[in-house]
């Protein structure tokens, strides 16, 4: 932080100095907290492209770059050595996890994945149907009504359990993703094993039947490990900036992660990775190569799902680390997927075209990640929820530095446009 630099703003004629902040990678910000207070006015910025909403040690972008970090990580490197458990704990903690540290996480996590035998009550009362992100989104803030403790909206009380609700959410969202999965599917509910790892534990859970154990093959826990390792953190995107915006308030983490999973779940955000799928699925069935989507995407017919990002004005770094991915795990898998070869040529025509090159719009996470996912066998109305899953720890982790360090109820102003003052018209008087 720098407080030798300022920036002058001059409103009807008066000039206001305000301090400027420099973070620890020279991102340049003007602290304008004092701005309404001494000059009347609200700076207006629709969308919070401009708006720094708080100050983060978590995750670091330059979209400009094409670089991403967790705790100051290249996720090239996470994505390389790490797994998604190590990352999390990177991720909520602040350091990578030594031996003992990581084994004691893993027991932790690993203990927590049975839901109270109650719960099918809720699962029951949900259609069949439901959509995979409604009952998730449900579930987290109804599990907070099993740990009372845990969830006192009193931010003292509920940072004192933070290590146990931290694991607890880690654990379950994977399990009541399973159970929904098995719900919509009308399949029986499969228990969790202790004896198995986070992302085996969960394929388990998904895919075994009670008269045939699932075992999944290294090559698809290995791509779902890093699909979630990959979606772990993004700095302030709309769901977490919802989650931190809902525990502005005091409110406990699972109703703030819960909120989470209702922003995710739009297709601009996480669930952009089922609508790419299905505009691939689109373009393959009509007998289209790509061509004519990129053309009605030009012409504001379409959006080619999968491409721009509100940060990255380059490529996505996650988009090249799961592109090939996707090759690897259908290879190995001994699948071809001609959905994979449109995404190619989408992805080629978009890279050259004077439209996408202007808007420096590139692949971004979404555009592969859904070829893995349905290569693993996961239905594309869970993909969104995959997403959640992975972005759990993003969510605690910006919960608790909200928790740890901010007081301030998050309340935005608003440029009003509507009436002016105007009589209440009795009803039989209205037109
Ligand atoms: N296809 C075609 N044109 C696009 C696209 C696209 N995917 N994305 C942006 N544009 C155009 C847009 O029409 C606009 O053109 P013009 O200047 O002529 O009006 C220009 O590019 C800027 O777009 P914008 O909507 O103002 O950009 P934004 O920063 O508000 O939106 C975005 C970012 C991710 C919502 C948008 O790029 C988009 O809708 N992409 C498709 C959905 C998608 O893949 N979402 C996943 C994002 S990554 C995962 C996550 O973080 O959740």
Redesign the pocket.
């Known amino acids: 932080m720098s407080e030798n630099q300022t920036a002058k703003i001059i409103i009807e004629g008066k000039e206001h100095e305000y301090p400027v902040m420099i973070g620890s990678e020279n991102e340049k910000a003007i602290d304008l907290r004092q701005f309404r207070k001494e000059t009347g006015y609200i700076t207006f910025d629709d969308?919070y492209g401009n708006t720094g909403s708080c100050l983060s040690n978590i995750t670091f972008i330059d979209g400009e770059k094409g670089i991403l970090r967790y705790r100051g990580i290249p996720i090239e490197q996470l994505a390389e050595k790490s797994s998604f458990l190590c990352a999390a704990y990177l991720i909520i903690y602040g350091k990578l996890p030594n031996e003992t540290d990581l084994n004691e996480f893993r027991k932790k996590v690993a203990k927590k994945a049975h839901l109270h035998v109650d719960f099918k009550h809720h699962f029951e009362g949900f259609p069949k149907a439901a959509h995979p992100m409604a009952v998730l989104s449900s579930m987290l803030n109804s599990l907070g009504s099993y740990y009372p403790h845990m969830s006192t909206n009193n931010r003292e009380q509920d940072l004192e359990q933070f290590d146990e609700t931290a694991a607890l959410l880690i654990s379950k969202v994977r399990t009541i993703a399973a159970a929904t999965y098995r719900m919509n599917m009308g399949l029986p509910f499969i228990y969790p094993r202790k004896d198995l790892r986070y992302v085996e534990n969960f394929l388990h859970m998904m895919f075994t039947e009670p008269y045939e154990q699932y075992i999944a093959p290294k090559e698809v826990s290995d791509a779902l490990d890093l699909f979630f390792l990959l979606h772990a953190d993004?700095e302030q995107?709309c769901s977490t900036s919802t989650v931190r915006m809902v525990a502005s308030s005091g409110a406990n983490l699972f109703a703030s992660v819960s909120a989470g999973v209702s922003a995710l779940w739009g297709?601009?955000?996480?669930g952009?990775n089922a609508a790419v799928v299905k505009m691939l699925q689109e373009i393959h069935d009509s007998g289209d190569d790509g061509s004519r989507y990129i053309r009605a995407?030009k012409d504001?017919k379409a959006?080619?799902?999968?491409?721009?990002?509100?940060v990255y004005k380059n490529y996505d770094p996650r988009a090249t680390i799961f592109g090939q991915a996707a090759e690897r795990v259908l290879k190995a898998l001994g699948r071809e997927d001609p959905l994979l070869d449109i995404a190619h040529h989408l992805e080629q025509a978009a890279l050259s075209d004077d439209y996408f090159i202007q808007?420096k719009?590139y692949p971004?996470?979404?555009f592969y990640s859904g070829i893995v996912l349905k290569a693993i066998g996961i239905p594309v109305e869970m993909f969104t929820v995959m997403f959640a899953i992975g972005r759990m720890p993003g969510w605690i982790a910006n919960w608790k530095e909200m928790a740890e360090t901010s007081t301030k109820i998050h309340r935005p102003r608003q440029v009003y446009t509507g009436p002016t003052i105007s009589d209440y018209t009795p009803i039989e008087e209205r037109k």
């Open positions: 969308g993004h995107n297709p601009l955000h996480g952009a995407a504001g959006r080619l799902m999968g491409f721009g990002h509100r808007r719009l971004n996470v979404d």
